[in-house]
């Protein structure tokens, strides 16, 4: 089981107040020095951040509740492909499940083939708190509304898919004031399809970034252009 939790210093600090180490003097107490990167945990430590603990077996998430209950943390599980067996253990410890597998192959030969597409299901079924993520911090990011529309497919409503993508991680990371849903006051991010989101039949027409237009012109719109009516 792998433990780690979302860093950051909202207020970069002076180069030159910090030394080779990470060390910075404190204002107003001369001679006391506190190591940075330290610092950043505290807001964990004390409970007022989430701690995220990387666990797909039930007994890895068992052990991670166990572990945050005892060092009085706020877990929140990423991976969680056998969430569905400790549903009501996550229920009651009110976890949420951050899902990174729902196109994964499942994890034991002797599993149906669809026990990680109907995870989230069975998680909204059972009251539990979860959102979809592909699992990737690159190109295959993309593929966020195809995971949804998978987990769709096999029983999660359509209105619950996308919120996992959309409403629900705002909520699970404490940002739902901001993104996550369009309402006066958020940041206005916003894309206009011509079909359902969560099929992968549908296009993109338009896409706005905090309220500006961006271009969907790429190089692979580009290139589709050039040879679409190559003979």
């Known amino acids: ?15 030159a107040a910090i030394g080779d180490r990470g060390i910075e003097q404190r204002d107003g107490a001369p001679g006391a020095q506190v190591d940075v990167v330290l610092e950043a945990l505290v807001p964990y430590v ?9 666990a797909d077996r039930e007994q890895e998430i068992r052990a991670a509740i166990r ?53 989230a299901a069975k998680l909204q ?56 849903s369009i309402e006066p006051g958020k940041i206005a991010n916003l894309v206009v399809a011509d079909g359902d989101l969560l099929e992968a039949r549908t296009n993109i027409r338009y896409l706005f970034i905090n309220g500006k237009q961006i271009p969907l012109v790429s190089r692979h719109t580009e290139l589709y252009e050039q040879f679409k009516d190559r003979p």
């Open 67 to 119: 572990f945050a209950e005892e060092m009085k943390l706020r877990p929140i599980i990423l991976g969680g492909n056998d969430a569905w067996k400790v549903a009501q253990l996550l229920r009651e410890k009110n976890v949420p499940v951050i899902l990174n597998g729902v196109l994964d192959l499942p994890m034991r030969e002797d599993d149906p083939y669809d026990v990680l597409f109907e995870n």
């Open 46 to 54: 004390r409970g007022e951040r989430p701690v995220i603990f990387l």
């Open 1 to 15: 089981m792998a433990i780690g939790a979302h860093l950051r210093i909202e207020k970069p600090l002076p180069q």
């Open 125 to 180: 079924r059972a009251g539990v708190r979860f959102c979809i993520s592909t699992g990737d911090t690159g190109a295959h990011v993309r593929d966020l509304p195809y995971h949804a529309g998978m987990a769709a497919a096999f029983g999660l409503p359509k209105e619950e898919a996308l919120k996992a993508v959309t409403l629900y991680p705002a909520q699970i990371l404490g940002i739902a004031d901001r993104v996550g």
